[in-house]
């Protein structure tokens, strides 16, 4: 009886991980992915590689405890997202989409590699297994998802919504938002789920999906500048986001995500932790992973250097001292002239973040690692210890380390060539205030064109009845 109670806390809560990631798919800016996506290809791949390297130098058959250090908890990287808001908006900012597209790649290369490991206990187990079935069928599901979805949202899905279905959720406020959020989210990790992928990043999909579907007219329902106008105007809609935050936001916070913490903690031998081999084992493992982690920071004044256009830091820096109506003689010899060198220096805050928000593995790292310790013989029991400890140190460290980073560098890092970037919203939000100034002020022409016109009413009344009047009493004497 305990374990089906066990069993079902397991289940909700891994409901509240699959709307974690699903939010983090509504919030993604997808242009900045986009913009970024060689990068983070290059950092996921470090990630990924490095713990799996360094895994193997330090012990025997180290393939299943590398997986499972090569994975990056999304749950843990969109908390430190949300939580450093308050301080700057890194999902707006380049380095933010980088760490998001990074861990979401090394969590669904993870969990691949979490699949493969499962199904090699069967080759241990003297099944008729296909390894080329096996190992490929993750990684073809997991790339014709990632090609297919972009690709029939913009030239099918999107057009389709936008033309014929978007005009008539405005009649149902969140209603309407909520069931097609609900329809996308299961078809998704539906799909997910039988082609052989992790539906955790069917659940992503499914949440940048949403974002891409409506209009960025000025004039669609969906575009709005604040929540309260999607929700009381009679020609506007409420967001995704928004419908997410009034109807999941508080379960997924204060039940469902705690649940699966603590599901997953219930799966930790403690007892076998505090032990003197399994403590410093676990702390030199810890060191390692933090590193073959930490790494993937580096790439950002690797690809700021090699980015670097000094031609095109001049003559914008030029323009900037005109308009501050500075002469170019002073700016080609200032000692802040842009050079490679700043370059990489304006880069380093943006690596430490970037580096510091990779380490954590949480309960990606620990579902991993279970599968292998459970279902092959190639995890033994000290190896499971080691990994354990290595799994919850980094993610303990992780959002210490943020944290601290976000709060004395983070106005700088917003700032920076790699902070905050202008999103298309802007441009709309630009739009929209100008339109609504041209209309306060075609409506104030109106208003004093009126007055004027009833003003000249006025004085043609009054000329009238002194007309009568001197018609009828003679004109007044003097």
Request: glycine residues 10%.
């Amino acid at each position: 009886m305990i374990g089906l109670h066990l069993e079902t806390f397991l289940y909700l809560g891994y409901i509240g991980l699959i709307l974690i990631i699903f939010e983090g798919g509504l919030s993604s800016r997808l242009d900045l992915l986009k913009a970024n996506f060689t990068l983070s290809i290059c950092g996921a791949a470090t990630g990924i590689l490095c713990p799996i390297g360094f895994s193997y130098l330090l012990l025997y058959l180290g393939f299943g405890y590398g997986a499972a250090l090569s994975a990056t908890s999304l749950g843990t990287t969109f908390a430190v997202i949300s939580s450093a808001s308050k301080d700057v908006d890194l999902s707006q900012t380049k380095v933010g989409a980088v760490l998001v597209s990074a861990a979401v790649i090394d969590d669904v290369t993870g969990l691949v590699m979490s699949s493969v490991i499962h199904d090699l206990g069967s080759i241990a187990s003297g099944g008729n297994v296909n390894l080329g079935w096996l190992i490929g069928r993750p990684i073809v599901a997991s790339a014709a998802m990632a090609i297919l979805t972009p690709v029939l949202t913009k030239w099918f899905f999107a057009p389709v919504f936008r033309r014929y279905i978007e005009k008539h959720f405005h009649k149902f406020d969140h209603l309407s938002n909520i069931i097609l959020m609900i329809l996308v989210l299961s078809a998704f990790i539906s799909i997910a789920a039988y082609a052989g992928t992790s539906i955790l990043f069917g659940a992503f999909l499914a949440g940048a999906f949403l974002t891409y579907l409506p209009s960025t007219h000025p004039e669609g329902p969906f575009v709005v500048m604040s929540r309260e106008e999607g929700e009381r105007s009679k020609d506007k809609s409420p967001t995704f986001v928004h419908t997410f935050e009034v109807y999941c936001l508080d379960a997924q916070q204060y039940v469902l995500a705690p649940l699966f913490f603590a599901s997953i903690g219930f799966a930790i031998p403690f007892l076998d932790l505090w032990t003197g081999e399994a403590i410093w084992r676990g702390v030199v493992y810890t060191l390692l992973m933090l590193f073959g982690k930490a790494i993937v920071g580096a790439w950002i004044p690797i690809w700021a250097a090699a980015k670097h256009d000094p031609k095109k830091a001049h003559e914008a820096q030029a323009e900037s001292a005109a308009e501050n109506g500075n002469s170019l003689e002073k700016v080609k010899s200032s000692p802040d002239s842009p050079s490679r060198k700043a370059a990489i220096q304006s880069s380093v805050s943006p690596m430490i973040l970037l580096g510091m928000a990779m380490v954590a593995r949480g309960e990606i790292g620990l579902l991993i690692v279970e599968i292998g310790y459970n279902n092959t013989p190639y995890v033994s029991q000290q190896g499971f210890i080691t990994a354990i400890w290595a799994i919850l140190l980094n993610t303990i460290i992780e959002p210490v380390c943020v944290g601290v980073a976000v709060k004395y560098r983070g106005a700088k890092i917003g700032k920076g060539p790699w902070g905050l970037v202008p999103g298309p919203n802007q441009a709309i939000e630009e739009e929209m205030g100008r339109r609504r100034e041209s209309r306060m002020q075609q409506q104030m022409q109106e208003e004093g064109e009126a007055r004027m016109e009833a003003h000249r009413n006025n004085q043609m009344a009054w000329l009238t009845i002194c007309t009568k009047d001197e018609n009828l009493h003679g004109p007044p004497k003097v």
